[in-house]
Nanobody, 126 residues
């Protein structure tokens, strides 16, 4: 089973940018790679996901500010976050699922992801 590890979380001011990275332990061809977040007292929610061919899916809250990309040669995928807001403060998780992002359910369906990282904290101050 693939293991994934996130990095790049930090404390930033509103309006700033961050890029999170997630490295997988194996080649992730044929894997869908997702990003999720969980704010204090909130449920974990999907930010977006990326297919192995580069197609992406985003939550409405992420469109226009967040961009997901991947480098299959490095078994790494990224979450570029711009124009950060205090409400973006959360623990951010990457996750992997075999097959396509839409196979067996929606890309944001948490149970479909069978590998999760430990999370990286993003704090945005006003």
């Amino acid at each position: 089973q693939v293991e994934v590890v996130e990095s790049g979380g930090a404390s930033v001011q509103a309006g700033g940018s961050l890029r999170l990275s997630c490295v997988a332990s194996i080649y992730t061809t044929y894997y869908c790679m997702g990003w999720f977040r969980q704010g204090p007292g909130e449920e974990r929610e999907g930010i977006g996901a990326i297919e192995d061919d580069g197609r992406t899916y985003y939550a409405d809250s992420a469109k226009g500010r967040f961009t997901i990309s991947r480098d299959n040669a490095k078994n790494t995928w990224y979450l570029q976050m711009n124009s950060l807001k205090p409400e973006d403060t959360a623990m951010y998780y990457c996750a992997a699922r075999s097959g396509g992002c839409l196979y067996g359910g929606n890309w944001y369906s948490l149970p479909e992801y069978n590998s999760w990282g430990q999370g990286t904290q993003v704090t945005v101050s006003s």
